[in-house]
């Protein structure tokens, strides 16, 4: 082995690198600064996914409620399985697993913005039904395969900590909705 042309430069290097890693800090207390966070313009601060990377699965579950009030169970319709070394490659299902994942943050996102805002419980519950994260849901649970006699639907958002030993968390659960709420061309008015 020879040794290394530049030994200053290379000491630097290794430096840097031994900075780099003991200053990820795991751990960190949300709005807390130190004097290390202003070295971040020189060492790097490795942090890939995002300030408050997500740590949650989320997981959508829907049951068919009949016309007399009785329901059916609930059953997951995201899935998501564990992940293969072809994913890596090829994983089309991705893009629904991660499109789901936003909208289920995002409702919960828009329900705690409004709790911090000192919002009504029974305002944020009207509101909520109309925003794009909550209406997107509804679409997707109106979707899922039920059982004939459904004549409406109802969701609910859980989350689990993936691997850990945690038992899953219902965070939201909707009111039930019609099935199909879209009006049928018979009974539309004609134009005129």
Not at 5 to 13: K, N
Not at 78 to 97: K, L, M, N, S, Y
Not at 133 to 145: C, D, E, F, K, R
Request: proline share 7%.
């Amino acid at each position: 082995m020879t040794a290394p042309r530049h030994p200053i430069l290379a000491g630097v290097f290794v430096a840097w690198f031994g900075l780099t890693v003991a200053g990820q800090k795991l751990y960190r207390r949300e709005g807390a600064k130190t004097w290390w966070d202003g070295l971040h313009l020189i060492i790097p601060d490795w942090r890939f996914f995002a300030p408050d990377p997500g740590v949650y699965d989320h997981h959508v579950l829907v049951r068919g409620v009949r016309a007399d009030g009785s329901s059916a169970g609930w059953h997951e319709i995201t899935d998501v399985g564990e992940r293969r070394v072809r994913h890596a490659f090829w994983h089309p299902r991705q893009r629904i697993d991660k499109a789901t994942f936003d909208v289920c943050a995002e409702l919960l996102r828009f329900i705690e913005t409004r709790r911090r805002l000192g919002v009504d419980t029974d305002e944020i519950r009207r509101a909520v039904q109309l925003s794009i994260p909550y209406l997107t849901l509804v679409t997707l649970a109106s979707s899922a395969p039920l059982d004939d006699e459904s004549a409406g639907v109802q969701f609910m958002v859980v989350i689990s900590g993936g691997y850990d030993d945690e038992p899953p968390e219902t965070v939201f659960l909707s009111e039930c909705h019609p099935r199909d709420a879209r009006p049928s061309l018979s009974s539309r008015q004609p134009a005129g």
